[in-house]
């Protein structure tokens, strides 16, 4: 199936770094929402946007969704140890009464002491 | 309460065996969702079920047969797997689109369990 293009792929990163990771889609969608999964665990939804502009903060995490609606955002300040993980954006178009997420094939954060 | 519960955590089949999955919600969602992922990649979208029927089906084999019995559970019923079929399954829920928010959660936004890890021998 269509997957989005999410960048970069991976990361080593200092503890106490800022992290910036995107997300391209050649198509528009109405939402976007951001995972974390942890190994072995189901993916987390830590931001959604549903906006175009839109800035959402979610403690040290914001996420933007871009003004042509086919890219997103995800910052994350002052990275910890806990922040380790593979991030997923998912794009979702408005069809139906049930939605259909695209994700991104991940970015994969980990961090160094 | 946004929890998404799922059973067995892990599950190991022979090709032969017949097996199920379960998923549990208590959100009052009505769109529940099964997908499919493998080791370092994106989960893969399955089945989706709104209002107890189904409505999306990715051109699934039948060795997979979905069904949900009432708005708070999921099954996934295994039969014939094959050693590729070996993955993490994962359920999600989430309020049908054109709803209202429900808790604050906007409809769309999807939940997902901690999902079964499977191996087919």
């Known amino acids: 199936g269509q997957q989005l293009n999410q960048s970069p792929q991976s990361m080593f990163i200092q503890e106490g770094e800022d992290v910036s990771m995107n997300c391209t889609s050649s198509?528009?969608?109405?939402?976007w929402l951001w995972y974390k999964q942890d190994p072995g665990e189901g993916p987390v939804l830590l931001i959604a946007?549903?906006?175009?502009?839109e800035l959402t903060s979610n403690g040290r995490l914001t996420a933007q969704f871009g003004i042509t609606r086919k890219d997103s955002f995800l910052n994350i300040s002052a990275s910890i140890p806990s922040d380790v993980g593979i991030y997923f954006c998912?794009?979702?178009?408005?069809?139906?009464?049930?939605?259909?997420?695209?994700f991104g094939t991940g970015t994969r954060l980990q961090v160094t002491l | 309460d946004t929890e998404v519960t799922q059973t067995p955590k892990h599950l190991v089949m022979g090709m032969t065996n017949k097996k199920s999955l379960k998923c549990e919600q208590h959100?009052?969602?009505?769109?529940m969702y099964w997908y499919k992922q493998k080791a370092k990649k994106p989960p893969e979208l399955m089945f989706v079920?709104?209002?107890?029927?189904?409505?999306i089906n990715e051109s699934v084999p039948s060795r997979f047969s979905p069904e949900c019995p009432n708005s708070s559970l999921l099954n996934l019923h295994l039969h014939a797997l094959q050693p590729e079929d070996s993955a993490l399954y994962l359920c999600?829920?989430?309020?049908?689109?054109?709803?209202?928010?429900?808790?604050?959660?906007?409809?769309?936004?999807?939940?997902f369990g901690p999902g079964t890890r499977l191996t087919v021998l």
């Open positions: 999600a829920s989430s309020l049908p689109l054109g709803s209202g928010r429900g808790g604050g959660i906007l409809p769309g936004e999807q939940f």
């Open positions: 198509s528009i969608f109405n939402t």
């Open positions: 946007l549903y906006k175009a502009g």
């Open positions: 998912a794009g979702q178009p408005l069809t139906g009464t049930a939605s259909k997420l695209t």
């Open positions: 959100m009052g969602h009505r769109a």
């Open positions: 079920y709104s209002y107890e029927k189904l409505s």
